[in-house]
């Protein structure tokens, strides 16, 4: 058998039987998952049924095929070469690339497809087709993604690089729309399948060859006890644990290593970095920098203000709190314009306070995909002489905002005309992003750029891993995040021989 390019999906596989108030068929649970999956793999999927559904049980079938994408087939098996022809026209595949799933042990259907060369994966026993060669089974609907990156691996061997990837359902529905996550074999040898962390893990680590994953989404919580790192403090989901342990002891590629994520989910660690950007400056070009900065671990420290001078930090300033991300007001933020403020500050401890640099209103998201580097313009808040006045929060000099909901942006025209006035040097910034490359060990991740009014200087604010860079063109950014995973996968097997 080929590479899988053909999927029909019995209705048997995907609904249950219909519940007698109103006489349709209702999808299983994981179905709706499943399908969405399929809808985006790059497959021809359809649904087959026979005749016999009522009305409403057919308008069932039907309404699911639409909604998904999927072609519909009535299949008559004592007269099947009019389905094979319509399969056959519709989707311009060879039958050796198609796959037959069903929860029907049907003997005269079996026969039918294995004659016309499909491969056939029957949920249920394996002893009950134990008699019929050719015969894949598998226990769960969930098991069938995994049949097929299986199967594929099995036509293509060493030429395909099976990417099995950890995130939240959310983050993955807008992977999978922007076709990032395809079980069709992409140019670049690889075929993607979701990991369950709620099922057994080793038969689903047995099939893949790396794993992709944003493991802060399996954060449960973070404690910040001032006495140790947030690294030790860092308490993952079993799941992520578990995963943890088998991939230490299976040697896998992982894109990338957790270890190499930690600096990133602490704002002083990551300020550490980015101080030795100095090392890339060049007189020839604006330079680059980290804000100044400084941790507390309270806003009512006695020499506070004190500190806040040695740390060449004036007002207004930014208060973030020293966890990045994993937890819920890690976004929590507030701009402070007065030194008598600071005991009034809503920011979970310990905290950075930072620079708050005037930038026109602009935000520069740089997006690092393996040797390639994109980005995009995008709308930030306005600068401090008009951030009060645009927040709408009269009668305070504290403005308090969560980064990832409420920004409080400036309005379009101003960004517009702010434009053009500090010029992005991008020879520098690609010059940060190669050298935040090799010193993070990472392969996909973000930074944002702003450009300080009046001198010039880029200023990183912030960095993160595996970032959606939505804003880049999908024909740009997934052939290029393609190429990432695949470079890493082949720079890890070169060291492992």
Known sequence: ????????????????????????????????????????????????????FSSQEEASIRSVAVLYTLQLILFD?????????????????????????????????????CSQSWAIVFQGSRNAVSAMPGVTTIEKLQDLLFTLCHLNKMALGDSIVAVGYVMKWTREKDFLKRGAFPILPTSHGLTFVSINLDLQLIPQLQVVDLILHKVTDEILSIDNDRSQSISEGIRFSDGIQ???????????????????????????????????????????????????????????????????????????????????????DAHTMAVVFNKDDFLGVPVPLPAVIQEYVDHGSIVYKFYVLGKKVFYAIRGSTPNASSLLLSSGNKGSSIVVFDSLKSLPVDSIDNQKSEVGKEKLDLEIVVSAAMWLREKLHLTIFGFDVVIQAGTGDHVIVDVNYLPSFKEIPDDSAIPAFWEAIKSSYESFKSKHR
């Not at 039987?17 to 399929?38: K, M, N, T, V, Y």
């Open 1 to 52: 058998m080929g590479p899988v390019k053909g999927v029909l999906l019995d209705q048997s596989f995907l609904f249950s039987g219909s519940d007698g108030e109103d006489g349709s068929l209702h999808l299983l649970p994981g179905a709706q998952d499943l399908l969405l999956r399929l809808q985006y793999s790059g497959l021809h999927v359809g649904i087959s049924y026979k005749a016999g």
């Open 77 to 113: 098996a004592s007269c099947p070469e009019q389905s094979f022809q319509e399969i056959s026209s519709a989707w311009e595949i060879s039958a050796d690339t198609c796959v037959f799933v069903t929860t029907e042990l049907d003997e005269v259907i079996f026969h039918t497809f």
């Open 242 to 328: 578990q995963l943890q342990r088998y991939m230490g002891d299976m040697h896998y590629c992982i894109v990338d290593p957790f270890e190499n994520i930690i600096p990133l989910l602490d704002r002083v660690a990551t300020q550490l970095i980015l101080q030795d950007l100095v090392e890339i400056n060049d007189p020839s070009h604006c330079r680059i920098r980290t804000p100044h900065y400084l941790k507390i671990s309270s806003f009512d420290e006695p020499n506070l203000l004190e500190r806040i001078d040695q740390a060449q930090l004036f007002l207004p300033a930014i208060v973030k709190p020293q966890i990045a991300c994993g937890v819920s």
